[in-house]
């Protein structure tokens, strides 16, 4: 698997490799060509990972570094995900991997982001997985995050716009933040996604969350059926869904 030079997001330079050096993870991107190709190719479905990385997120970033090969693992059988990182810290950082089939290549690079301060962009995030879609099918956003620090009605507008190319929404929530809470619950709602809210203190829990997310993404709704008919969380994002209008 092969990746590129993570790409900007914003508005400018969507789609664009981005311009110098960043340091530790670009040089690991410039070195990962012996992962093999891309993914994209061969039929597999795709799937977004977006992740919140400013100060606060410390502890569930790492969390999500141990956790996020469950995704790959959940699929497997299925036919496997096409997965893209996408991440957001700082002031204005807002970055993506290429989409990967193989785990370790995330897991190598969540491994050499570290989180900072800076406010929520998940506006950016919503568009960029628009854009997305917009070149090839994108079947699924998995999103984790504490907060929500932006204009509620410009997040909405993006969410819409994803949910009118077919992407849904999976927000899984750390903490108890009423404004996160709401926002994402109505990301959710306006894509026909779903809402969860776990806590950094049982890993299990997002580890479920993410399996099951990857399963809707890799093999629709019966392979989250299937999954729901012995795990908990399952049952709960496919109660969430089947309660969307």
Known sequence: MRMTDKKDVSPSHRGE??????????????????????????????????????????????????????????????????????????????RASRFVVEPRALTDLMARIDCR??????????????????????????????????????VCAAAGELGLVGVKAFMFHEGHDAVAAGAFQEIARLTGGAYARFDASAPGALANLMRAAAAYASGGVTALEHLAATDGKARALLTSMSRRP
């Open 117 to 154: 301060g800076g406010q929520t962009q998940i506006g950016r995030v919503l568009r960029h997985v628009r854009d997305e879609a917009g070149r090839a099918p994108v079947k699924a956003l998995v999103y984790v995050g504490d907060a929500m620090e932006e204009p509620i009605d410009d």
């Open 17 to 94: 490799a981005v311009a110098g050096s960043a340091g530790m993870i670009d040089s690991f991107l410039k070195q990962a060509d012996r992962l093999g190709p891309v993914a994209g190719t061969g039929g597999r479905p795709r799937l977004v990972f977006a992740l919140d990385a400013t100060m606060s997120r410390q502890p569930t970033w790492d969390l999500a570094c141990r956790v996020q090969g469950e995704m790959f693992d959940a699929t497997s059988k299925i036919g496997g995900l096409s997965v893209q990182l996408v991440y957001f810290r700082g002031l204005s950082e807002c």
